[in-house]
């Protein structure tokens, strides 16, 4: 982050028509920005929103309320703009861009096997790489998958510890599933235990692609010093390896929204982050956190837009 | 409340291509605004921001970090486009109208007689009402007044009780200002004890114009059947005595943000509503409230765009 920037704007902030500080956490963003940006005023003219899709073997167990196949139908509805994040794609001003990884292919049933090898963790991790462009002054990351909040809670409990307490209902499972869903974490953490100390390895053998993804997109960002809004629990989880590899590997990235997904706010206090709202959604493709991108445009606007104190000629304070 | 109206909203929701509930207060907002307005889908497409702004004589007991003159100040900066809510307003979409009622004439100081006598405040409610628009589909209520905080820290004493509870530091007063601010309030609830049992009486003795003025919008809002999003602890407090008069009359009312002012929260719980948002903001001019409005932009957005399960061919849930 450049220090100089972050500066420059907060000298700015202190002499706009208010009291200091009164926008609170919109002039922490405004900062935020323009520390990873590296410019003064930062921009919001070229944010992207990055859906990665994929499947999972693990929902042979029955963690899902909804079958496999409605990945592929989810993506088609993101192709023709039918889902939520078409339309808050539109209305914050985004590109919005959908990545398939081998549907056809899913991942391996992790209480089994690894869900994915080597090659097919780093293949997934490239993918979404790749996917972040070198102009965009903002990245969103969101998914699509069905069975990967099963995933997201397994890898991070691989993670941080504490068995089944990331699962929640996701889609909307019954209190059967969600013991199945449970049980399927456990038994996938006991498996794979020797492995999971290492946190990559820990996203290969429990993760999915979609996650990989995520968090090589999440990388990319960091190295084009682009900021990064993350959604909800399968991208918080996606992420969360690097915050285990480098202390401050996630300092370019802000959570958008608290997911109604219980395990979202215990991973959340796992990694010490703080979301932007709270508005009971829990449905990812990048929804909470593209709503959460219009909350930096309203920051972005105070900023650049407001009249400092000399040039609206408003008396200092009194005290 | 149209419940007819809700329904319907409530079964094309149930139809859109996303798990049932998985856009949470979204939804929820959906509803309100079609239940309100009377039509599904609710629109947006004529929201106003009205920002009532007025001086207050308390500012004498030196309660304000900044001299009164700074109210004129600020609503010549509204007239300039230089203030937070301008972009706000334009951000949103939403038009903006500042009242400034009697700026040169203050009330009085409340410490030593009533703010207002009957006739000044119901010309202030009157003044209130007759600003919002007949064909507007929301309406933001906002304010702008040296010494505010203080009118409405003291009028949701005289309302719920507790003396100096609900003070804060307002645009940033000092410990001896905030002493003296409480002091004060403390002084008024005693001063008119005897009032204070009548809502709209103790509006009168320690509230203010802008207050009154906006519990006057308020009541025309839900008079016209137009959805309110109500602001911070100034906004909150103005019409909080309409609740005590007749315990729905907020149903058209939604908090839009959750104070920094320490009191707005507690009064808030004093109410029983839920801010939409908590970002730290404590400005007023509407300004928590107008971001607030993107949300419900977002709410809409989602409910008029996303395509159904059958227009999408997305598979029923398994369960």
Request: one cysteine or more.
């Amino acid at each position: 982050a450049d220090q100089a920037t972050a500066e420059a704007v907060s000298a700015r902030e202190a002499r706009l028509t208010k009291p200091s500080g009164s926008l609170g956490r919109l002039e922490d963003l405004t900062a935020w920005l323009a520390a990873w940006q590296g410019r003064n005023p930062p921009r919001l003219d070229r944010p992207e929103i990055l859906v990665f899709a994929a499947n999972h073997g693990v929902t042979a167990q029955g963690v899902s309320a909804y079958p496999s196949e409605v990945t592929a139908q989810m993506v088609a509805n993101f192709a023709a703009g039918g889902a939520a994040i078409n339309q808050l794609a539109c209305l914050s001003g985004a590109a919005l861009r959908i990545t398939s990884l081998s549907l056809d292919t899913p991942t391996a049933d992790f209480t089994k096997k690894p869900a994915m090898d080597e090659t097919a963790f780093l293949d997934a991790v490239g993918a979404g790489y790749d996917e972040v462009s070198d102009d965009a002054d903002l990245v969103v990351l969101g998914e699509m998958g069905i069975g990967n909040t099963t995933a997201a809670a397994a890898l991070s409990a691989a993670l941080f510890g504490g068995g089944g307490r990331f699962a929640g209902t996701g889609t909307g499972i019954d209190d059967q599933g969600l013991a199945r869903k449970r049980a399927a974490i456990e038994k996938a953490l006991e498996r794979h235990k020797d492995a999971l100390g290492d946190p990559l390895r820990a996203a290969a053998c429990v993760g999915g692609r979609e996650l990989a993804a995520i968090l090589g997109a999440c990388l990319a960002a960091r190295h084009k010093h682009i900021p990064v809004l993350i959604d909800g629990i399968v991208s918080t989880a996606a992420v969360a390896p690097l915050k285990l590899l480098r202390e401050d590997s996630l300092d370019h990235a802000r959570v958008g929204h608290l997911s109604a997904e219980a395990g979202h706010g215990l991973l959340l206090d796992e990694l010490g982050m703080t979301p932007l709202l709270d508005l009971g959604l829990r449905l990812g493709e990048g929804s909470g956190a593209a709503v959460a991108l219009l909350v930096l445009r309203a920051a972005l606007a105070c900023h650049t837009g407001m009249a400092t104190f000399e040039e609206a000629q408003i008396s200092d304070k009194s005290s």
